[in-house]
């Protein structure tokens, strides 16, 4: 078989139907990446949109339910209907629209489930094929299930928090909602097997905080075998156990900074990078992190004469790991021209007016594609529910 | 909160949603074999191709040897024995041509190749795509490339703590008066992992449609995904995003402030989150402290984040005379969002993970009961938790060759005299 035009191809998930109820970008991005695959994914909001709109920054800081920056990244190539849930007649009409639903992703907050009702074990006793995702803190049993959760407090409670910072500091999480987003990736794969196993309707129950606690992986090795717990490390790579690797961390050079990784290999090649024959002694970079702090000293001459983008050439002219700190706005503009070769950044339109760049796909298929679009205007698609006099009624009632 | 730690062990799950998939996994470092092992308890056999020589005789980061079996220090590595659970393993030298011919007999068997090597090794081995699907059209083929297959830095080197640099993510990451620092220990390469898994089981399911494909997940862009509305957002309102720590950008009080300490532990802390007057509201009726319930720099949400420095000060007189989980406990039955900050040591003893079995047990036999979480996810109808911990080095060699490939004792041997195969850890 030859690889299809990507301009015609489906996505992966072409034929696949998906209702989204989120509130947080855990769902959003769950539902993101199934909209990307090809999934016909529509948003379920309130009259005053999801509060996902409401997240920033804007145009010129001025607010606007159609222009957050979250909105405009994680909500892309969906729908939007906005539906009164809390009315009875809202609720039949979204069980309405389960019976041609795939799945359904709820992210909304659990103490408000029973007045929209929101009610997993209902819906799949209703509709036999529907795969029921909820998105919530600490998951929909066990005795913590109904503790609240934010981003930070889930980052704790999952202990990822714990890592991040300097030792002698508060710890700190990474910057934004990645405790969130991780939770939509999860509950993406569950979904993603569930409808694979093509076992009937299942409900696909994710816990925000357990992607967290996922991410400390070999942590768990560490508190089992030695009852104690690794101590954060500032820009250093935490260490489990002795087995602790340098260089695998941020320095500052003449313009900025460089992340430097060589992890105890390549030490010619490190003594020939910064000039300096001692990091090619045995005993220094083989032995683990002991000798950390000489070794930034040791860096640190050739660093601070030398600008970030040199020192990475040099470095990688000798395959050692070693990558520029860049921000924001250098992603975007993208000074060698990686991301315009792939065709990465998406000009989008903005919804009052002109283009923003917008990140493109997050995995690339040979035979199927992933598709991105615009995020939709609030209730866009209220026009395909059912009948025109119904229409009028509903929006009489104030339901849709 | 248990004194001890607990591990229960996984129970077994007859009717995980991958069943019947083979995966070959030529993964190494982190990000793939992430992948490899969530596709693993997802019912996949993976079988986790290594060279013969892959792993050290004396592992820096050896696990304690239980005693009553043989002592292999190289089967107790703790990175191996975290990456490698729910797979099988098998020794092929991908560099000997007769070692080559036993990997591509295997595409014929399985459904996924799994790999992250740098983009050019693939081809060395003249093992390409066109190569994989000659043999086997419903193969899907996912590489998992530091900067994608194309592009100016399609042959840079990096492993994830480097492309978090790259991604503008480490640049975001710190305390609001400090540097850059990494947004985790290997966070890129869990994300990257977790987008391949995905990629993986959306290409099966499109396989009845296209039969199999490449799926290719650059670990640049699954990133870039995590910081998309920092990059629209700069965008739109012209300004950089700054590092903010763990502050709200208009919320207080929303920080980390000190406790007792709790189980020994100096380092003990609790995460208070209040991100509208209703959860400020509920911290208050814990927090029963009239002079900060009166004062007016702390009266409406704006003025408690003008005021943050000041209020977080007041936070944390208050906070450290209290154990981090009683005071959560409160704080949570009030209403307001809180949370110790919980470690690996904790987690083993929270009531929640031992309830969702967040964290179970393998049972390794040169190790014993060993800890490995599970995804994130419950399945209601096909379970899906870890299903054996990290395979002894070349366990699997001669089975699989044996019963998968239907090999002749006198090929095996040949095979395994030649050094193509092993079924043991060699020398280089």
New interface residues.
């Given amino acids: ?1 030859t690889e ?1 035009d990507p301009e015609i ?6 034929g696949v139907s998906v209702v989204e109820l989120s509130e947080t970008s855990a769902g959003a ?1 769950c539902g ?2 199934l909209a990307g ?1 090809g999934a016909a994914v529509t948003m379920l909001e309130p009259h005053t949109g999801s509060p996902i709109r409401r ?5 010129d ?1 001025t607010p606007d339910i159609e ?1 957050g ?2 909105h ?3 909500n892309r190539r969906k729908g939007s209907l906005r539906l009164r849930l809390e009315s009875r007649a809202g609720q039949r009409l979204l069980d309405q629209l389960l019976g041609d639903t795939d799945v359904l992703i709820i992210d909304i907050d659990r103490r408000r489930w029973s007045a929209n009702g929101i009610d997993p074990d209902g819906f799949r006793s209703r509709h036999g094929q529907l795969h029921v ?1 909820t998105i919530s803190p ?2 929909t ?5 109904q ?20 030792p002698d ?8 909602e ?1 405790g969130h ?3 939509g ?6 979904v ?6 093509n ?2 309707g ?10 967290l ?13 030695s ?5 954060r490390n ?2 250093r ?2 260490g ?4 602790h690797l340098y260089p ?1 961390t ?1 320095r ?1 050079c003449m313009d900025g ?3 430097a ?1 060589c ?1 105890n290999r390549y030490p010619e090649a490190m003594a020939v990078l910064f000039e300096q024959p001692r990091l090619a002694e045995a005993g220094l970079l083989s032995t ?1 992190m002991g000798h950390a702090d000489e070794v930034d000293e040791l860096m640190a001459p050739m660093l601070m004469r030398t600008p970030r983008r040199e020192v990475v050439k040099r470095a ?1 002219e000798l ?1 050692i ?12 503009a993208d000074a ?4 315009e ?2 065709g ?1 950044w998406q000009s989008t339109p903005h919804p009052r007016d002109g283009e ?13 594609r992933w598709i991105d679009g615009s995020a939709p205007g609030l209730g866009q698609d209220n026009g395909r529910l059912g009948t025109p006099a119904e229409r009028v009624r509903w929006r009489r009632a104030g339901v849709a | 909160m248990s004194p001890e730690s607990q591990l229960i062990p996984y129970p077994d799950s007859p009717r995980r949603p991958l069943t019947g998939i083979r995966v070959l996994d030529l993964t190494t470092a982190v990000a793939g074999p992430v992948a490899a092992l969530l596709l693993g308890a997802l019912g996949a056999e993976v079988l986790r191709i290594e060279t013969p020589w892959a792993r050290p005789r004396q592992p820096a980061s050896a696990l304690p040897h239980r005693g009553e079996v043989p002592d292999e220090p190289w089967n107790r590595e703790a990175r191996l024995n975290e990456l490698a659970n729910s797979k099988r393993s098998v020794a092929l030298n991908l560099t000997h041509e007769e070692g080559r011919a036993v990997f591509l007999d295997l595409v014929e068997h399985a459904d996924v190749v799994l790999e992250n090597y740098s983009p050019r090794v693939m081809g060395n081995f003249g093992l390409e795509w066109d190569v994989l699907s000659e043999r086997n059209p419903q193969i899907i083929y996912v590489a998992m490339p530091a900067f994608g297959k194309s592009g100016p830095w399609r042959d840079r080197i990096s492993y994830g703590p480097g492309i978090d640099a790259m991604s503008g993510l480490s640049w975001l990451t710190g305390y609001t008066d400090g540097s850059p620092l990494k947004p985790g220990n290997f966070y890129c390469d869990q994300n990257a992992g977790l987008h391949a898994a995905v990629a993986t089981v959306a290409a099966l399911i499109s396989r009845c449609q296209v039969a199999g494909q490449t799926v290719e997940l650059a670990m640049l862009e699954g990133e870039l995904q995590l910081i998309g509305e920092a990059m629209v957002g700069q965008q739109l309102s012209g300004r950089e995003p700054t590092r903010i720590g763990n502050e709200h950008s208009s919320a207080a009080p929303h920080g980390v402030y000190p406790t007792q300490p709790a189980l020994g532990d100096a380092d003990s802390w609790i995460a208070i989150a209040c991100r509208n007057d209703d959860e400020w509201q509920a911290l208050l009726t814990v927090w029963q402290d009239e002079s900060v319930r009166s004062d007016r720099r702390f009266a409406t949400g704006l003025r408690r984040w003008r005021h943050r420095a000041i209020l977080d000060q007041r936070l944390r007189d208050w906070t450290q005379k209290f154990n981090p989980f009683a005071l959560s406990e409160r704080l949570q039955e009030a209403g307001a969002p809180a949370s110790p900050v919980m470690g690996a040591r904790t987690l083993l003893r929270d009531e929640q993970v031992l309830a969702r079995q967040s964290v179970g047990g393998l049972q390794h036999p040169q190790v014993g009961l060993s800890p490995a979480p599970q995804a994130a996810f419950r399945l209601s109808e096909t379970p899906a938790p870890p299903k054996n911990a990290s395979p002894l080095f070349a366990a699997d060699t001669v089975p699989v060759l044996r019963e998968m490939l239907g090999y002749s004792e006198e090929r095996i041997a040949h095979l395994l005299e030649s050094g193509a195969a092993s079924d043991r850890l060699r020398e280089r």
């Fill in positions: 078989m299809r191809a489906p996505g992966p998930l072409d991005y993101r990446l695959m997240s920033g920054p804007f145009r800081d222009g920056a979250t405009l990244h994680l995702c600490y998951g049993q066990g005795p913590k299930s503790w609240l959760g934010s981003e930070l407090t889930l980052y704790a409670a999952g202990g990822y928090l714990r890592i991040g910072g300097e500091r508060e710890p700190i999480k990474a910057w934004g990645q987003l991780q939770a990736l999860h509950a993406a794969l569950g993603l097997s569930a409808l694979y196993a076992a009937g299942q409900h696909v129950d994710t816990a925000i905080y357990e992607a606690a996922f991410l400390l992986g070999g942590g768990y090795q560490h508190a089992w075998f009852d104690s717990e690794p101590l500032g820009a790579l935490v489990f156990g002795p087995g695998s941020i500052p900074w460089i992340h990784h992890n683990l990688q395959r790991p070693f990558t520029e700190v860049l921000a924001p706005s250098e992603v975007v060698d021209g990686h991301h070769s792939r990465f923003y760049q917008a990140p493109g796909p997050a995995v690339r298929f040979g035979r199927t």
